[in-house]
Every structure is written in C-alpha cells, then in structure tokens.
C-alpha cells in the first residue's frame, strides 16, 4: 500500500478508538465497514477514501473476519506490527469479554438460565443465518454457474456433512470461477504483469502454510488436548471465505458433531454473539471456556481466540505489500468468484443441519421462529435488540 501524506498517529490513539468501535459497532462485518469509513475517512480523516476502498478491497479478497482485517490494516498502516495488535485488541476486547462472561455463567450458574431464553437464541439464529444467505447471494453471486455451484455444494454437504468435504467443495468452486470465468478478461491483458517478492515480505504467508501443514501432523504425533485445538480453531479461521456467518458451519463440524460441545450450548453462544458489538471470530472465545484442555478455563478461551484469528494476521500481513500487483491476476479474482458461490451453499447446508433440525422441535420453537422472522425483516429494530427481545418471549412462552 502506498504511504503518501500519512498523518502522524500514536499507539494510544489507535487502541482508544478501536476500543470504542468495538463497544459500538453493531450489526455485523458489512456494518463494521460502514462504522470504520465513518470514524476513519469523514470524522478523524486518517485516511483517504482510496486508501481505505484499498484495504476494504484487500480484506474481502482474503479468508477470515473482513471487518476486523480491515481494522488490522489500519493498524499496521500507521504503526506496523504493533499497530495490527494494538488495533484487533481493541476492536475485539468488549465481545471477548461479554461473550466468555456469557459462557462462565451458563457454565457454573446453568440452571439459573432459564430453558426459554436459550430456546429464543437458538430460534433467532435461524433468521439470522438466513439472512445472511440471502444477502451473500444478492452481492456475491451474479450468474447460473454461481447458482449451481451453490446448489450443488449445499446438496453435496446435506448428503455428506464433514470439515473434509467442505474444503474440497471450497477448492473445487475456485477451480471451476478459474475456468468459468477466464473469458472475462481486462483491458490490458496483454500486458506481462510480475510480481516482486522479498523473502521478508511474504514470511507471514511462508508462516501461514508452515502452521496449516504441520499443525494436524503433530497433533497426530502427540495426545494434547490444547493441540488439537490449535489444529481445530486455525484451520476453521484459514477456510472462513465470504464473512463472519459462515464460521459457524466450520466451527459446528470441528466440535459439535465431534461431540466436543453441546449443540445447545453451542446454538446459544452463537446466538448470544448475534446481541453484541465487534467481529463474529470472538464467538471462540465463548466456546473456548467448554472445551477441554490442559490449561484453566480463562486461558484456554484466550488460545482458542488467538488461533482463530491467526491466519487472518499472517495472511494480511504478508500480503499488504503485494496485494496491488496480486490483484492484476485475473485467474485470482475468478477462482474466488467460485469460493463465493460455495460458500453460500456451506451456509445453507448448516441452515439445514444442525440449525433448523435442532432449533424446531416444537410449536414454541415455531412460534420463536416466526417472531423472529417478522422482527428482522419487516421492522427496524436493531439486530442486538432483537436478539433480546426474542430472548425474552421464549422465556416467556415456556411458561405458557
């Protein structure tokens, strides 16, 4: 990225404001951007509108939470490394922090939760997931390829749920945008684009793979809980294409059909992640407190939390630099327009199973459903509110 006309930052500006928007910004990643340009680009004037488009740009081209790469990006713009840190603990802190409180009191004060209140988070996920189909598919897919290879990956994973699977269907779409859509070319094309790489550079990335290989190896080798969910979290976090939501198909694989962690428990969470501010990813550190390991509670939440987001780091750190003459590539930009379409499909899979079998087993399940349905789409409530209010009625209704 081009450094002209940088202003002159300090580390504590950067952390106040992340920490701010992080108590602040509701209503998922594409929100999270609008928040960002707002605060960033028209209030602060940090950055320019092209610079800022650069890395919103960059962001959706990556695996991982788009929202809070984002906020990394601006980070390491002014203040590199630390910056990056500086920048995602800030952003990410008050979510954290709700959500492993969440996690301890269902934990330790379970029957002090009452059954209808974990009933409406489990309803309101359904809408919410559906949702978010919906208004991938609107920005994401664009043609009937796009559509069949939805349709096809949401098929194949209904007959055929596992993490395995997922990838296969991830790397086979990409292959297929790369074939599909090579015509498409841009102008210029007969231009000999080059790309010059410096080993420091592309370390991260170098990073990246070491990790994504050599994790599930020794966690072959040797019996560690705290292995396996090294291995669990930064493979879910290197596969997470197309936003926040679809985390939850992966992460469902990885520990509920494993039988690591309730489905009840884990719908809840997820629900609950819906009700605050800041990025998606935290919901690990919700789960982080009911897995297993050899460390205490609070520090296992705290490594499942860093593991998920890791790939996201190495891999935008280790492509920022390169990432304008990386976007020249044609054959790039095609294979994620397949990612894209697939992605879609995993979401609608687990709107399937677990989300919608688990969720409605009931009249009361339907009605929740129902209300949650009317709520999102057809008022303005805010998505945090909502999520309390449907919270409520299914506490209500179980006494009914």
């Not at 070319?185 to 790489?197: H, L």
């Not at 054959?331 to 199973?353: C, E, H, P, R, T």
């Amino acid at each position: 990225m081009k450094k002209n006309n940088k202003i002159k930052i300090e580390n504590l500006d950067i952390f106040l404001s992340f920490l701010l928007l992080g108590f602040t910004s509701f209503g998922g990643p594409i929100a999270h951007i609008g928040y960002f340009r707002n605060f960033f680009v028209k209030q602060k004037k940090w950055l320019d509108e092209k610079l800022y488009a650069d890395f919103v740009s960059l962001c959706n081209f990556l695996p991982g939470p788009s929202s809070s790469q984002v906020g990394i990006s601006i980070g390491y713009y002014f203040k590199g490394v630390k910056g990056a840190i500086l920048a995602w603990v800030g952003f990410t802190m008050p979510s954290v922090t709700i959500l492993m409180l969440f996690g301890y009191a269902i934990l330790n004060y379970d029957n002090s939760i009452p059954q209808g209140v974990l009933k409406g988070l489990k309803a309101i996920v359904v809408i919410i997931v559906f949702q978010a189909i919906l208004g991938m598919s609107k920005s994401l897919i664009k043609d009937n390829v796009g559509y069949l290879i939805t349709f096809f990956t949401a098929l194949f994973l209904i007959i055929f749920p596992s993490s395995l699977n997922q990838l296969m269907c991830l790397i086979l779409s990409g292959l297929i945008g790369v074939f599909v859509y090579r015509e498409k070319k841009r102008k210029g094309k007969n231009q000999k684009f080059s790309v010059e790489i410096g080993f420091w550079k592309i370390f991260p990335i170098i990073l990246f793979f070491a990790f994504l290989i050599i994790l599930p190896i020794v966690n072959e080798i040797f019996n560690s809980n705290l292995l396996n969910l090294a291995n669990s979290f930064f493979k879910v976090g290197s596969l997470v294409f197309g936003g926040g939501h679809v985390v939850l198909p992966l992460l469902n694989e990885e520990f509920v059909a494993s039988g690591m962690i309730e489905n009840d428990l884990f719908l809840a969470g997820y629900g609950a992640s819906q009700a605050i501010p800041g990025p998606l990813f935290t919901f690990s550190s919700y789960l982080g407190i009911f897995l297993k390991s050899e460390i205490n509670t609070l520090f296992t939440s705290i490594f499942c939390l860093f593991f998920i987001f890791l790939p996201s780091f190495l891999l935008l750190l280790g492509t920022l630099s390169i990432w304008n003459q990386l976007r020249k590539f044609d054959f790039i930009i095609s294979g994620f327009k397949g990612v894209n379409a697939s992605v879609i499909g995993l979401l609608i899979a687990a709107l399937y199973d677990p989300i919608i079998i688990t969720s409605l087993k009931s009249y009361h399940d339907f009605i929740l459903i129902l209300i949650s349905f009317i709520i999102l789409f057809f008022t303005k409530i805010p998505q945090w509110a909502a999520v309390f209010f449907i919270s409520l009625c299914g506490w209500m209704l179980a006494y009914i």
